[in-house]
């Protein structure tokens, strides 16, 4: 039996293997995604990467979790952190805090523990591991929520919305919202990660550190993947994509589209936009075809979010351009000297630089008037703020000011996209807003 198929027979046998998953009437997720990872790295090795079969057609009867499946309630918290020792680091006593936790992972790097686990007292664990050394990032998910939140989720949706995570949505969005995301790639020193898959603390601590960052687009096997992907799943699927002028993404869409979507099933728009534009745009359509459940008022109301919705990015100083070649090295040399940030929008033609301030207080009397220009007192109108490494700033400070001066307007938090935020550096925020 060749390999290939040897392995994907494997595939299909955790199905039978694993109660749970012949309860559900699904494969192994690990087993699927390590399948998904080989195939396109061997395919790509061989000289292949278009001559690809989507695994929702190498696996349908096997990836739909069963209507009659009922998932048991779980209590207590999925943790997952970042520990750096401290001198009164002991081995012993991080064995003795994590034995009596469940689903542990440990993974050494240097000085630093990246650390899984699920517990029943999140506040506890936090506190002994504070004990051994400094909590660099701490993320928890309360497990009966997760579950439930899982059961209600849109299965067997038809109709349905896909954008590229440059658009300041996150994962947890993409699940709320059911949207599918399509990752480009964040490269920090010699590590390689989906943007959704980085952590920002880490991103921004490594480039205040000086660490070479960059970013990448997915392969075209992969976005093909996804296109192939969503219509199997979906019977109408809206593309809202990047702006075709920072990635190859549309091109790529209405490429792919030409071989494989005789029907026109997939409908895609340039939305010449990124970061939080993007995102603001992708929520709005998100909500307004969960009212209507219907894709061509949908598309209809995309175009006309795409020439409404404004955005502005703050920037803290101009070396992370520089650093990215967005910038000569000497221009941002000179302005961070004479302490110039400049402030952007990303337009359909590309980033367009709209003024330049001195300092914070600057920023925020400049974010307000681009909002008044467009927004009344009693406007209903969707503003998401975005924020880098200073969530506390924006949270703490700027968003109370929006709240009293715009009551009538929704005003979401969002970290900035780190496709974004690799090219803005650190202490960058932004402000996008489309009118009611």
Not at 6 to 11: D, G, M, N, T
Not at 116 to 144: C, F, P, R, Y
Not at 299 to 326: H, M, N, S, T, W
Request: net charge neutral; aromatic share 10%; hydrophobic share 35%.
């Amino acid at each position: 039996m060749p390999f290939w198929t040897a392995w994907r027979k494997s595939v299909h046998e955790t199905y039978e293997l694993l109660p749970k998953l012949k309860k559900a009437g699904v494969v192994d997720a690990g087993a699927l995604g390590m399948y998904i990872f080989f195939e396109g790295f061997f395919q790509t090795l061989a000289g292949l990467p278009d001559d690809y079969r989507p695994v929702t057609e190498t696996f349908k009867n096997r990836l739909q979790i069963l209507p009659s499946f009922q998932e048991n309630t779980e209590s207590g918290y999925c943790v997952d952190f970042v520990v750096k020792k401290s001198l009164n680091y002991s081995h012993d006593e991080l064995k003795k805090i994590t034995s009596t936790q469940e689903n542990v992972i440990i993974i050494p790097e240097g000085d630093f523990y990246k650390i899984h686990l699920h517990t029943e007292d999140k506040e506890k664990i936090k506190a002994q591991m504070a004990k051994l050394g400094s909590v660099v990032n701490w993320e928890d998910d309360n497990l009966a929520s997760q579950i439930k939140e899982f059961t209600h989720s849109n299965v067997g949706q038809t109709l349905h919305i896909m954008t590229d995570a440059a658009g300041s949505v996150t994962q947890q969005d993409a699940s709320k919202y059911s949207l599918t995301l399509l990752n480009s790639y964040i490269n920090v020193g010699e590590k390689c990660l989906p943007e959704t898959y980085f952590h920002p603390a880490e991103l921004y601590l490594a480039m205040r550190q000086g660490v070479k960052v960059s970013t990448a687009q997915a392969s075209v096997y992969e976005r093909h993947q996804f296109y192939a992907s969503v219509l199997l799943r979906h019977e109408k699927v809206l593309y809202l994509c990047v702006g075709s002028v920072y990635t190859g993404n549309y091109q790529v869409a209405i490429e792919w589209k030409k071989e494989h979507d005789p029907q026109d099933r997939l409908r895609v728009i340039d939305t010449g936009a990124a970061s939080g534009r993007l995102g603001t745009i992708v929520l709005s359509c998100t909500r307004y075809l969960a009212q209507t459940n219907d894709l061509e008022k949908t598309y209809e109301f995309a175009q006309k979010a795409v020439k409404r919705c404004e955005e502005y990015i703050f920037l803290d100083k101009l070396q992370y351009l520089a650093a990215g070649g967005r910038l000569s090295k000497t221009s941002a040399f000179f302005g961070d000297m004479l302490k110039m940030k400049p402030v952007i929008s990303p337009q359909p033609e590309g980033v367009k630089k709209v003024g330049v301030v001195r300092n914070q207080e600057e920023q925020v009397k400049m974010a307000l008037s681009k909002l008044d220009t467009t927004l009344k007192k009693d406007s209903r109108a969707l503003i998401m703020l975005e924020y880098s490494d200073n969530q506390d700033w924006v949270e703490g400070t700027l968003q109370p000011i929006l709240t009293q001066r715009y009551p009538l307007t929704e005003i979401i938090l969002q970290p900035l996209s780190l496709t974004s935020g690799a090219h803005g550096g650190p202490g960058t925020w932004g402000v996008a807003f489309l009118p009611e």
